[in-house]
């Protein structure tokens, strides 16, 4: 496979994780952490390091697009100074943790966790229900907790963490509009963390592919970035003009093939 050609299908990759986090509010990495072990496959890549190239990968494309979402909505006002300090220090430390857990894993297990996660997704937007407001107050010891849960298991799959901290936020009274955005200020400390540790944790790692430091292929990264952040916004325009309950039913599905091939 020519670098061209792997270069333009990780282009592709960029503008369908971009336009379906646009559609669906999720987060790119849901769709950026499968459709690359598929591809790496494709590559010929080691299984023993395709899953956590995956997962790394998967967080330094976020460390970008997380950073334009949580810019535009700082801008905006929308971002909960307070509650984000307080997550802060727990979300570094979780995303560090969670990516020595997942170095410690097999490549195997890894996938097997992942599609569980990912089925559990797929039955959450499949049955419609979304986080439930409530109006706890929890301390800054709670927050911190919080924190390193989300960030743990958001840096364990790859993901911005925005599945896990929309509906806690949203549970401290949050409003959706503030959920989104402090989500999304959020999500930045664990792609980045969690991005950096991957380069350290698989630096020197045997059976690594051509382009890729530690846990990081670039060659992905750079395709992914060029183009996800444009599609997003093809995303939310089409989510104003197609049937949302069938959009979201029909990607719930993809979601449940998916984790089920990873479980298979």
Not at 31 to 60: C, K, N, R, W
Not at 232 to 252: D, Q
Request: net charge positive; charged share 5%; proline share 5%.
């Amino acid at each position: 496979m020519s670098a061209m050609t792997l270069l333009l299908g990780y282009l592709l990759l960029g503008s369908l994780a971009g336009t379906l986090a646009g559609l669906f509010g999720i987060g790119g990495g849901l769709i950026i952490v499968p459709a690359l072990v598929f591809a790496f496959d494709l590559q010929g890549v080691a299984s023993e390091v395709g899953m956590h190239l995956a997962v790394g990968t998967s967080l330094a494309t976020i460390v970008v697009t997380g950073a334009s979402s949580a810019w535009g909505h700082y801008r905006r006002g929308s971002i909960h100074r307070e509650w984000f300090l307080a997550l802060l220090p727990g979300l570094m430390l979780g995303a560090i943790g969670g990516v020595f857990v997942a170095g410690n894993l097999s490549g195997g297990l890894l996938g097997l966790l992942f599609g569980l996660f990912i089925l559990a997704v797929a039955l959450r937007m499949a049955l419609g229900r979304g986080p439930e407001p409530g109006e706890l107050q929890p301390g800054r010891a709670t927050m911190g907790v919080a924190g390193g849960v989300i960030g743990a298991i958001s840096a364990l799959f790859g993901i911005g963490g925005g599945t896990l901290s929309v509906p806690w936020l949203t549970r401290c009274g949050a409003t959706m509009t503030q959920a989104v955005g402090t989500s999304s200020a959020c999500g930045l400390p664990i792609a980045l963390f969690g991005a950096v540790t991957f380069v350290v944790v698989g630096w020197g790692v045997a059976n690594l592919p051509p382009g890729a430091t530690g846990y990081v292929m670039w060659p992905a990264f750079l395709g992914i970035v060029l183009t996800s952040v444009p599609f997003a916004r093809v995303g939310v325009r089409l989510a104003h003009f197609l049937p949302a309950r069938a959009l979201r039913l029909s990607f719930a599905g993809l979601l449940a093939l998916v984790g089920i091939k990873f479980l298979l």
